[in-house]
């Protein structure tokens, strides 16, 4: 996974166009199943029947969740976490002490990035087994409380279903909390020591170099200009992982950012670069040694540009280096960065490949200014959030679908649900067209009828008729994409393992987003608890 | 609907079906009765004849086919009128991972009762129901007495105005029986209103004021108890210390004014009473035998 933050909207920004997406997705679903709901009473009991039931059970469902009460749902709540408890939830926590103590054996210890084996493993870990303990205790507690029908002695006290939920989601996410907050402090005691015996021991690293690190990187807007310095888009040389484009070496071509902001006060002591490249060669030339790139600093105004460095470009390093406040042109004169080369807090680094022949892909996240370095267990706390988040999300799904369904299948149905969010960029694409091939039924005929998926659909009625069917099958699916949780998005565990730290805007963006799946999702099955004969 | 009356069925009817809406069974048929303020309502019926179905219609874990059930006024899926009913289930289906304080605890919050009146509550309720000495251990512990009877206890934590007891003597001994019935009984004293179902019919006569007799989920009878048990056509004369030319001249009485003597003889008490004598004659001359009767 690529950390990057280039393109973090500030949370202010991103609130108001997210709330109204938001409130047009879940009045969309409201008016669909209200629709549906509707269709299927009237099958069964007649029209206006099923209007006078279906006005009933909104009516109710407004009363019902304006009128929770926090003491019932405190009272659940505490059941739920006593359940958890009489059950030996605390084994979870001493699995993974165990896991910890025993991880000298296959940890490798002469790794050389050692801070981001540490971290991936504990992050790893502690998710692992904080998610599978909310999705066992969620999905399966309100079926055998069903099953056992102790349930339907709580339904005979004035507890309303909405908070029979509530307290079981807040409940479950309390246990889950405990065990992430006690994890929380053993993996960062088993960072902290590990890496501090390995600074000592290992003699290969250098001494001065930072492990535990919340970099802050500043990101400059990324353009590629062409051969004459034309502006264009990036070169592709055909490889299947689009995320960077590449600058032709031995040519003028180059990659140039744009930063914003650059300031006396910002970065005193000059600007620290740090960039990731990657490398396509189309020839090998000297394998041994890296391929020769250039680094400059222009002044956006004027244009004046000043080479900086030149250095050996190698893949999966990332190169840090820092861009003197005091630079000298070829003919010696001395410039100065700030008044000589950054023009109203602007400045543009360029990047350009020596070696003709050779390629430096690039994106815009591969070259920032590391403005700070922000504090590393804030950082590793909000992993835990991350995670947390992620735990939300599980045991609120498995509430859910254990009010309609029984316990081994709502924990599937849970799952499941989880692993179509991690493919939502991709259902995203296919719902929007941007992939090759069209929708399932023109891709039902290509299969058939042997085509590859690039060639022009047949002019046929066959093909307009699919055509006209994945329509609704795209918007099926982009509502799919929209209700669907990106599970994978909620984890930050790649921020703290590189080093990087996470944005509060961007914290911010994804505890809303977490709870506006959450609401929607408590509603849902409020609704199917609500409407389930409990002693049936 | 009166102020006295606090349940009332109107028509109520339940058919369960299956997945695909096919009716299978026919459970209750247009039910209508009215248990009133301050009674002990029966329900009475074989086993399927539809007792419970319509104590879940009442309470609202079932959903009506057709018709209504109203408690207190209100349709019965409106949760806020469980806030004066107690409910004692067939089985006592509780947390069994809770102990007794607990149990009680948890339900006296759902509601909402305040900290200082939940604790002397449980308090008295556990002493009511005699488990002070095993209120700390677990409800899985517990037998099936035990926890009858902290079912029993929740079902009056928060000191309801409608008790709803569904085969309350199920499972208990004659002592449990008996302090059951007792309990019931002071429960209407104190202007409580209990409705009970039972296929134990002399429990229910024990106790209840009026009762229904359901049969294939139709209604048969309704009324009170001793007018539906009075044989009218029949009387009985108990007398003590009658002689036996006494009682011929008894006979006679009755023949010469055209009855018809259908038996004579000295009447019986109940094994229940029998037993309860015994065991209190024992509390009270421990290690002495009670002498039985002996047959000529």
New interface residues.
Partial sequence: MVVDLSDVAPFLTWLPSALLEWMLVVACLAVGITVVAWIITALLHGPVSAMRKIGRVLRDAVGDLIHISPRRVCALARLAIKESIRRRVVVVFVVFVLILLFAGWFLDLKSLDPARLYLNFVLTATSYLVLLLALFLSSLSLPADIKNRTLQTVATKPVRASEIVLGRIVGFTAVATFLLVLMGLVSYVFVERGIAYIERTREDLPPDREMLLARVPVYGKLVFQDRKGEPIKGVNVGDEWTYRSYVAGGTLASAVWTFQNVSEEAFPDGLPVEMTLGIFRTHKGEIEKGVPGSLSVRNPKTGKTVEVRIFEGKEFTTDVQNIPRELRTPEGKKLDLFKDIVSDGQVEVLLQCAAPGQYFGVAQADLYLRARDASFPLNFTKGYIGIWLQTLLVVSLGVMYSTFLSGPVAMLATLGTLLGGFFHDFMFRLATGQTYGGGPFESVIRILTQQNVTSEPEDSLRSTVAQTLDQAAEFGLRMLAAILPDFGRFSFSEFVASGFNIPGDTLLTYTCRAFGFVLPVFVAGYLCLKNRELAQ | MQPDVIIETRNLTKV?RDFW?RQKVRALKSLDLEVRRGEIFGLLGPNGSGKTTTI?LI?????PTNGQALVFGRDS?D?????R?G?L?E?????R??NAE?TLD??G????ISRAVRRQRVADLIEMVGLDWAKRRQLKEYSKGMTRRIGLA?ALI?DPELIVLDEPTTGLDPIGVREMKDLILKLRDEGKTVLMCSHLLADVQDVCDRIAILYQGELKEMGRVESLLKVRDVTEIRAAGLSAIAQEEVKQVIERNNGHVLNVDNPTTTLEELFLKIIQESKEHPGRRVRGVQEK
């Fill in positions: 369960y809406g879940k309470l609202g874990l079932l959903f899926s949760v806020t009128k469980n806030e009913v409910y289930p089985e006592s289906y509780l947390y991972f809770l607990e948890f339900y919050r759902l509601f909402n929740q928060n």
